[in-house]
């Protein structure tokens, strides 16, 4: 399709810092060099209710309170966690931009937090079945997306083709795991998933190990995971960091309010604050645009 392929690398000229839209302004096709740093990060688990959602939405308030752009994009399509979480209820989602009825701008919701929030839709799995001019206008309203400087995109457990598609287009897959043997087997389950499925892997592949006792603890997970990945899957993943199981981070999920917010001296906050300073330590290559996410993400690559 060549007349497709000339349109995504027009857009992808278009995601520059030079482009100093505003976030969700109607995109003027501006001569970008696409070298916006927008970094996306996927946060993925083999099993269910490991934390996902908690660490996707607190990490993005501990980066917006360093400086940082924000947006979390829930992709978890069957419930509905990262709004409410936030005590949000939105009134459209992706579903509406797929379907034209609404620009990307007008879904995207700020939140007390300084972080914004997308809430998702299961339109995701209708990707495949879009029209052509379907699909390049969702492609044009995904890069008001590259006004943030992160992007968390909160996935659903296990290995849909969507979780697939994000984590191949991020710059980052988080995956999370608990001490749980079956939340261990789970997350080896979905790392190797990623490396057999997914072609010209080039993400940064990292590991959380959450409702840990003891930073030891944490450690022993992560390597029993990290070894095998490299022994049967020859593939590196770098040990993020450990979050302690704290009964404020339920409570804080009854009182819809993020902990990092709510108790940010708590060591679950704590525990999120290193990760996040971790992450700022950690390599991203800054110089692929947000168009190599388009670009994956809609298999291009
Ligand atoms: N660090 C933690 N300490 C204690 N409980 C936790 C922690 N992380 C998650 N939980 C519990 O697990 C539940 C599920 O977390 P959630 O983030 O919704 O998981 P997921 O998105 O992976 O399904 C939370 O509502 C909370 O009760
Ligand atoms: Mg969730």
Redesign the pocket.
């Known amino acids: 399709m060549e007349d497709q392929a000339q349109a995504l690398r027009e857009m992808m000229g278009r995601a520059s810092p030079q482009d100093a839209r505003p976030l969700g302004a109607p995109d003027q096709g501006g001569m970008g060099n696409a070298a916006k740093k927008t970094r996306i990060i996927a946060v993925a688990?083999g099993k269910?209710?490991?934390?996902?959602?908690?660490?996707s939405v607190n990490l993005a308030i501990a980066y917006a309170q360093l400086g940082k752009k924000v947006i979390v994009m829930d992709a978890?399509l069957g419930?509905a966690?990262v709004n409410v979480?936030l005590n949000m209820i939105p009134k459209f989602n992706l579903y509406h931009v797929i379907r034209k009825q609404k620009t990307m701008r007008e879904i995207i919701l700020d939140t007390d937090y300084g972080i914004r929030i997308v809430a998702g839709a299961s339109g995701f799995s209708k990707i495949a079945n879009l029209s052509e001019e379907e699909r390049q206008n969702f492609i044009n309203e995904l890069y008001t997306l590259s006004e943030a400087d992160i992007v968390i995109i909160?996935t659903s457990?296990g290995v849909s083709a969507n979780v697939l598609s994000f984590v191949a287009a991020a710059d980052d897959a988080i995956i999370?795991t608990t001490p749980e043997p079956t939340a261990i087997t789970d997350a080896y389950g979905i790392i190797k998933i990623i490396a057999t499925e997914i072609e010209n892997l080039n993400i940064g592949l990292k590991l959380v190990v959450?409702?840990v006792h003891s930073v030891l603890e944490g450690r022993r997970v992560a390597e029993r995971i990290i070894n095998i990945s490299g022994q049967f899957l020859n593939l590196k993943v770098e040990y993020l960091g450990c979050?302690?199981?704290?009964?404020i981070?339920?409570q804080c999920?009854i009182r819809q309010k993020p902990f990092v917010i709510a108790e940010p001296k708590s060591k679950?906050a704590i525990?999120v604050q290193h990760l996040v300073s971790r992450m700022e330590k950690t390599e991203f290559s800054d110089d692929r645009g947000f168009g190599r996410f388009i670009k994956k993400f809609f298999g291009k690559d």
């Open positions: 688990s269910g209710g490991v934390g996902k959602t908690n660490l978890d419930l966690n979480m909160d457990a999370v959450n409702r979050i302690y199981d704290d009964p981070v339920s999920v679950a525990s």
